[in-house]
């Protein structure tokens, strides 16, 4: 069964400490993985979509990188606005329309 | 504001009773999803369309049913509420499938369930 695992659950930081978070996989063969930013009481929103291993996408204060077993979500210099709950899916195949979904990881950052 | 409106946001069923769940997108989108999603789980698909008239069973089908009449609209639909189906419920639409460039979906706020 196709299974994705976020670690850690949770994570504060102080404003300026940077730090990853991890999202690894078993699937049988991976299509593509989906990074999504999710605030308190709202819908999740789309950050970056991997596609193969090596490859790296930024945004803002974002990096994410892939591997074949694992992807991490890299935050440089977080401020308090970056706090947000990070999910990550995968695509196991381009036919495929169910995205698997990792329970996620909580990020607080304080000022 | 373009995007994906849900309504109701909150709603309280007894066990038993039915209610359909709306959901309203305004980005001419082909593709429409709905998924649930409980404390310490991943979002879980439902349901999802490809288009117009065609509906699909995504992971965990079993107690919904779902519709599309419309392009903009996806309806979910539970005709015999149960306390398991206690979620909050999102629903999500995309121009592509997944898995084309970098494009993801736009979901909507959410519907907190809770069936007593």
């Known amino acids: 069964e196709d299974q994705v695992t976020q670690s850690p659950e949770a994570l504060r930081l102080q404003e300026g400490e940077s730090s990853s978070l991890n999202c690894s996989y078993t699937v049988s063969g991976l299509r593509g993985l989906f990074w999504y930013r999710q605030d308190p009481g709202k819908g999740p929103e789309f950050l970056f979509t991997l596609y193969s291993a090596g490859e790296e996408k930024e945004k803002e204060r974002l990096k994410a990188t892939l591997t074949k077993k694992e992807s991490f979500l890299h935050i440089t210099a977080p401020k308090p606005e970056d706090s947000a709950t990070y999910l990550c899916?995968?695509?196991?195949?381009?036919?495929?329309?169910?995205?698997?979904f990792g329970a996620g990881t909580t990020v607080t950052v304080r000022a | 504001n373009a995007g994906v409106t849900q309504t109701p946001k909150f709603r309280v069923l007894k066990t038993g009773q039915s209610m359909t769940l709306l959901c309203a997108q305004d980005?001419?989108?082909?593709?429409m999803y709905w998924y649930r999603q409980d404390p310490g789980m991943g979002l879980r698909l439902i349901h999802y369309s490809v288009g117009e008239g065609t509906t699909a069973k995504g992971e965990v089908p079993d107690g919904y049913n779902v519709s599309r009449l419309k392009k903009q609209n996806f309806l979910l639909g539970l005709e015999s509420a149960a306390p398991s189906q206690t979620s909050v419920y999102f629903c999500?639409?995309?121009?592509?499938?997944?898995?084309?460039?970098?494009?993801?979906?736009?979901f909507g706020s959410g519907t907190r369930l809770t069936v007593v």
């Open positions: 999500a639409s995309s121009g592509y499938p997944p898995g084309q460039g970098n494009y993801g979906y736009t």
């Open positions: 980005m001419n989108h082909e593709y």
């Open positions: 899916a995968v695509q196991v195949s381009s036919n495929d329309y169910k995205l698997s």
